[in-house]
């Protein structure tokens, strides 16, 4: 079992940056390709980015490639979303989330465990 949790959100305004980190607890962390997804009121939760076991492959969504940077650390068990360039249509709570597997990693069914989410508010 994976346990994860989000810091890092907060308010920021259009054109600046934060960086979200997601804590994993368990051994087995490295085995997990990891994905972050978004949700904003009255949406539904949006695919972000994902990064494979070892980091060596990253995926975006076309909404945030060229802004968004996903990057792991296996040994201290971390994820890290790099967010530059905020826009106010990125306002959202964001999750973290482990899939044992990459094969359906673009869509929120392919994790397997979540985090609680952290509030990301980008103001114009």
């Known amino acids: 079992q994976v346990q994860l949790v989000e810091s890092g959100g907060g308010l920021v305004q259009a054109g600046g940056s934060l960086r979200l980190s997601c804590a994993a607890s368990?051994?087995?962390?490295?085995?997990?390709?990891m994905g972050w997804f978004r949700q904003a009121p009255g949406t539904e939760r949006e695919f972000v980015g994902a990064i494979t076991w070892n980091g060596g492959t990253t995926w975006y969504a076309d909404s945030v490639k060229g802004r968004f940077t996903i990057s792991r650390d296996n040994a201290k068990n971390t994820v890290d979303l790099q967010m530059n360039s905020l826009k106010p249509a990125d306002t959202a709570v964001y999750y973290c989330?482990?899939?044992?597997?990459?094969?359906?990693?673009?869509?929120?069914?392919?994790?397997?465990?979540w985090g609680q989410g952290t509030q990301v508010t980008v103001s114009s």
């Open positions: 989330a482990a899939a044992s597997s990459p094969s359906r990693i673009g869509v929120d069914v392919g994790y397997d465990y």
């Open positions: 368990g051994r087995t962390f490295s085995s997990y390709a």
